[in-house]
């Protein structure tokens, strides 16, 4: 029988064998579970690594890493198809305009001068640079410009459909920056105007004044203003010349600006009226009646006074000659009754024509070729 103390002494034995199978066990599971993971991971860091080819599968293709392979080697950076660099789209030029350009590269020559007496006519050439509308391929000198200039309006009538008994007027100026040869002209459309109906009353009634009367008339109508109701821009047209001195080489170069204006009946009816309210207080009663004048001044504006070339260019030689020396009230009133078309037109002139004056007769060789 045994003692309790071989009871105990079994027990104890018992509960350490159990706890070295146990050991054992678990010794053994942890080695196979050390052989098997790092080949699961190196296989698929493999695949991972292997990149793709079209739609052929890497994992098919890729053999596995043993685990002292990976173990050893870092795992490999999956490859990445590069990313094209697409470059901004440049931003489009932006074109750098010159106000008023002024260009030689195609300079037309114009004329020779054409023969004047007048003592401040030099000898030049003229070159035309620019002018409107040259990008369309139309001409420097429009043939409805030229009819404009010699006093008709047909052509400009037909082309904008305007009505019967429209009249038909233009303003010229120049200068050597164009926006300021446009002021201008818009400027002395009101001067050139003033200066026909002066030159009508003067010339329908020098020859019935006396030398009183007519001084104080030409006084009157020097200072008479124009209402400008009604008138309206058609077109404007501009030309760059530049005017050689064949003497002396010396170059100049201006804008030749025009404005053609368009009224009707009505209008032109109401400004000869109220022109000649301004100078009625100067109309002897007794030799001539207000509503009689602006009849007659009426009659004269409507009818297409056309000039031909030389007859323009006599006209504005006679005004310019007149701006340089000045004539008196008598030779005025003595012009007005001669019935000369250069005479009077010299008699009208004033400082304030000047400007349009010089403008058209700088521009006239141009024009006209």
Not at 129 to 136: E, Q, Y
Request: with cysteine; charged share 15%.
């Amino acid at each position: 029988m045994k003692t309790k103390t071989q009871k105990r002494m079994m027990v104890m034995f018992g509960l350490i064998l159990v706890a070295v199978l146990s050991l054992g066990a678990y010794s053994c599971a942890s080695s196979d579970a050390a052989q098997d993971t790092p080949a699961a991971e190196a296989g698929a860091d493999a695949n991972a690594a292997t990149p793709s080819t079209g739609a052929t599968s890497s994992s098919s293709t890729a053999p596995a890493a043993t685990g002292a392979q990976a173990g050893t080697q870092p795992a490999t950076t999956p490859a990445t198809t590069p990313i094209a660099t697409v470059a901004p789209a440049a931003a489009a030029p932006v074109p750098t305009t010159t106000a008023e350009p002024v260009t030689e590269a195609r300079p037309a020559v114009v004329s020779e001068p054409i023969a004047s007496t007048a003592p401040n006519i030099t000898p030049t050439q003229q070159y035309v640079l620019d002018w409107s509308n040259r990008s369309f391929g139309l001409p420097f000198n429009p043939e409805w410009l030229q009819r404009i200039v010699q006093g008709d309006g047909t052509l400009v009538k037909a082309n904008y459909h305007l009505p019967e008994g429209t009249m038909i007027r233009y303003a010229v100026a120049s200068s050597p920056y164009k926006n300021n040869a446009m002021t201008m002209a818009d400027s002395n459309y009101a001067v050139q105007l003033s200066n026909e109906l002066k030159r009508v009353v003067l010339s329908q009634t020098g020859g019935i004044l006396t030398g009183a009367e007519f001084r104080a008339l030409n006084s009157a109508v020097s200072g008479a203003k124009v209402t400008l109701v009604g008138h309206r821009r058609l077109v404007d047209f501009w030309q760059l010349i530049e005017t050689r001195n064949t003497m002396t080489g010396e170059r100049n170069r201006e804008y030749i600006y025009y404005v053609i204006f368009a009224v009707n009946e009505m209008n032109w009816d109401e400004m000869i009226n109220m022109y000649v309210k301004q100078i009625l207080g100067y109309l002897p009663a007794d030799k001539i009646k207000a509503s009689d004048l602006a009849s007659q001044i009426k009659d004269q504006t409507t009818q297409d006074s056309v000039k031909n070339q030389r007859q323009l260019l006599d006209q504005l030689e006679a005004q310019l000659n007149a701006l340089e020396s000045e004539l008196s009230t008598d030779k005025q009133q003595q012009a007005y009754k001669s019935g000369d078309p250069n005479a009077e037109a010299a008699a009208s002139v004033s400082p304030e024509d000047s400007e349009w004056i010089n403008a058209l007769i700088q521009s006239s060789n141009v024009l006209f070729q």
